[in-house]
């Protein structure tokens, strides 16, 4: 089993990257918190992975951090929650966020992400209450970006861009990026312009 791949980032496409080790490239589906890492074309990075051996195939999953490798392979012990829910979960959400709506049973926020129902939020809850303690110390600020704060540019901007499809961690990583320039900025537009502009270069170097 692949658990861990160290080199150079290819290519990013959304969530997959494409990373050259020593002259193979390895393709694999990445959750926003690893998105948020290792989104530089020509980035030296080494992500932790998992891999799943299909009837058609192999796919790989590229975490920030073994925490974080260890609360997918949580969600995929519940029922009627694969790798690619798990991945959605991790997209939408960062770590600590999930955790914290299955401590809390907000089963909406979970139902209100891509390939999670009713009922596999409910299992989620039920299931993964006596895991999720486990997982609420865990310090994930050096794998995430910081959130936008309440109010002004920035936070219109999150709600921009989520309209337009990127999760909240794609949308965090991509203003991180512009963060330190803001002051730049006179309008939303502007700012908007900018996030996309540098997510573009990042994804197609």
């Known amino acids: 089993m692949i658990a861990l791949l ?25 959750t926003g918190a690893c998105l948020g890492t290792c989104a530089t074309v020509g980035q030296d990075v080494s992500i ?5 051996i ?10 920030a951090s ?35 709506a299955v401590q809390q049973k907000d089963a909406k926020r979970l139902t209100s992400i891509s390939g999670v129902g009713k009922k596999t939020a409910e299992r989620l809850i039920l299931e993964l209450a006596d895991t999720a303690d486990n ?6 600020t050096d794998n995430e970006p910081p959130p936008i704060p309440k ?10 861009l989520q309209a337009l499809g990127y999760s ?27 996030a996309l502009t540098k997510h573009g270069s990042k994804r197609g170097r």
């Open 135 to 140: 997982f609420a110390g865990e310090d994930w």
């Open 151 to 160: 109010g002004g540019l920035l936070e219109d901007a999150s709600e921009a």
């Open 6 to 30: 160290s080199g150079r980032v290819l290519e990013v496409h959304g969530n997959q990257i494409i990373i050259d080790v020593h002259g193979v490239g390895y393709e694999m589906f990445v």
């Open 54 to 63: 299909k009837d058609d195939g192999v796919a790989l999953f590229g975490f």
């Open 168 to 194: 909240q961690a794609e949308v965090d990583a991509m203003l991180q990026r512009v963060g330190p320039d803001v002051d730049a900025y006179y309008d939303l537009q502007a700012l908007l312009k900018a």
């Open 48 to 52: 932790h992975t998992y891999m799943q």
């Open 66 to 100: 073994v925490d974080e490798k260890e609360l997918f392979r949580k969600i995929i012990s519940v029922s009627g929650a694969g790798p690619k829910t798990a991945l959605s979960i991790l997209t939408a959400l960062r770590p600590l966020e999930f955790v914290r």
